[in-house]
């Protein structure tokens, strides 16, 4: 990209932000993904953040945004122009992270360096005077995107869709696991053993406590699978698609022997500070699971497998901006062939725990209907009430199935499902 006057303070973190949104709306990564090329050149952490939280927002915020960018405009923009991004940056920070106007506008016009800088300035200029007049205002909810709304409606209800709009404009509670049921000086809400919600979060490193290791962040809703094999008494578990390291932890301070695997080293890198921050033991594998085999079979095994994503649109809100049917689809196959691989590594009377983090159905619910068909000798192993954290309670057919509209007046939770099977022969 070409730079200019690089000298305007805070231009290059704005720059970073339109990399990073480059990077999701056209190349349908994700922001930790774009963050490493995006944002390289800054040196400092904070700015850092200021480019991630303007590119998050101005990905929350998109629709309404873009309905101001709209009512300006003569000529509809197209949806990746740069004149379109630079106005979503420069309305992002003036209407939701309150930064003056003229900041906003003078590091927003650099970016469309040769471009129409005067159209820009005359879209921003329309707008915030619409704004000061009241005519133009954000709504009280970001709106989830088009077509994962109409998804959402269609699956799951309209009070499923509007609760997801609704959890999508608040900050996510911050959900600690704890290794033991003492959770020290710490106050918050507690709502399952070895648990305290947070609210309004508070900067993890400096609790009391993190140096020692005694929790780590946790949605409550991805603690609930870990939390389905009771305590290990030191048998054996593989934890698969294991970093970075959540769930492992969790289930090597319920006295299990984790044998953890995961294919991606960077993410396993955090694995290992998150077990020597915590002085937790398991066995590390790196490999992918497609090639790996374990030498015997075990009494559990988890699977928390690689999936859309789209449950944890709270705090990643480019997952609904990146993620289409093709892509769901493309997941459940990847699902159904580690499902199938991984299986037979139960042994017979052991534990099987599937886990997604999404709310599509074909990734939760059918893949599991799918499986048993395939697979006999598995059975669904029915989860109770009070296996589950306070206000969770198991479907109808022993599952669990966490929506927008769980926990929705405590702070919501990620939208999860979770299966636990016996296999029986
Ligand atoms: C949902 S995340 C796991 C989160 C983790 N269980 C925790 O609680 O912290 C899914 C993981 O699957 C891993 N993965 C995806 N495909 C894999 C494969 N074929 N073999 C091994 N790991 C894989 C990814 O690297 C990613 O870390």
């Not at 805070?10 to 990073?20: D, H, K, N, V």
């Not at 609930?224 to 578990?237: K, S, V, W």
């Not at 029915?382 to 929506?403: F, N, Q, S, Y």
Request: glycine share 6%; net charge negative; charged share 25%.
């Amino acid at each position: 990209m070409n730079e200019p006057n690089n000298k305007i303070p805070g231009l290059a973190t704005r720059q970073s932000a339109i990399r990073l949104l480059d990077a999701v709306c056209r190349r349908g990564e994700t922001l930790d993904q774009a963050m490493p090329a995006a944002t390289g050149k800054l040196s400092h952490p904070s700015d850092k953040a200021l480019a991630h939280n303007i590119a998050a927002n101005v990905l929350r915020w998109m629709t309404a945004l873009d309905a101001m960018i709209d009512s300006a405009t003569r000529n509809r923009l197209a949806d990746d122009a740069k004149p379109r991004m630079a106005l979503r940056i420069a309305l992002a920070q003036v209407l939701i992270l309150d930064t003056p106007q003229h900041a906003a506008i003078s590091t927003a016009l650099p970016l469309v360096h040769g471009g129409p800088r005067r159209l820009v300035h005359g879209v921003f200029s329309t707008v915030m005077r619409g704004v000061e007049s009241g005519a133009l205002k954000l709504p009280e909810y970001p709106e989830i995107p088009g077509e994962t709304l109409d998804r959402w409606t269609n699956n799951w209800g309209e009070d499923v869709a509007i609760a997801a709009n609704e959890a999508w404009a608040k900050p996510a509670p911050l959900d600690l696991s704890f290794q033991s049921d003492d959770v020290g000086s710490l106050d918050g809400v507690k709502l399952a053993p070895k648990h305290l919600r947070m609210l309004p979060a508070l900067p993890v490193t400096g609790l009391a406590g993190f140096d020692e290791g005694q929790f780590w962040v946790q949605d409550l809703a991805a603690s609930i699978p870990a939390r389905l094999f009771g305590e290990g008494e030191g048998r054996t578990i593989y934890d698969l698609c294991a970093a970075p390291g959540g769930k492992t932890m969790q289930l090597a301070s319920a006295g299990w022997k984790v044998v953890s695997v995961d294919n991606n080293a960077k993410r396993m890198e955090r694995f290992q500070d998150n077990l020597k921050r915590t002085n937790l033991q398991a066995e590390e594998v790196i490999a992918d699971l497609m090639q790996w085999e374990p030498v015997e079979p075990a009494d559990a095994v988890l699977l928390d497998a690689p999936c859309s994503a789209t449950g944890i649109y709270r705090r990643h809100p480019d997952v609904l901006h990146c993620i289409g049917s093709r892509q769901i689809a493309d997941r459940v196959e990847v699902q159904r062939a580690l499902l199938d691989r991984t299986a037979p590594w139960v042994k017979p009377g052991g534990i099987l725990v599937y886990a997604v983090c999404s709310l599509e159905p074909e990734e939760g619910e059918e893949q599991i209907e799918a499986f048993l068909e395939r697979h006999d000798q598995f059975a669904i192993d029915p989860v109770t009430a009070d296996e589950l954290p306070e206000h969770i309670l198991p479907t109808d057919t022993g599952c669990v199935r966490t929506l927008p509209t769980t926990l929705a007046e405590q702070g919501h939770v990620d939208g999860f499902f979770i299966a636990r099977l016996v296999r029986k022969i």
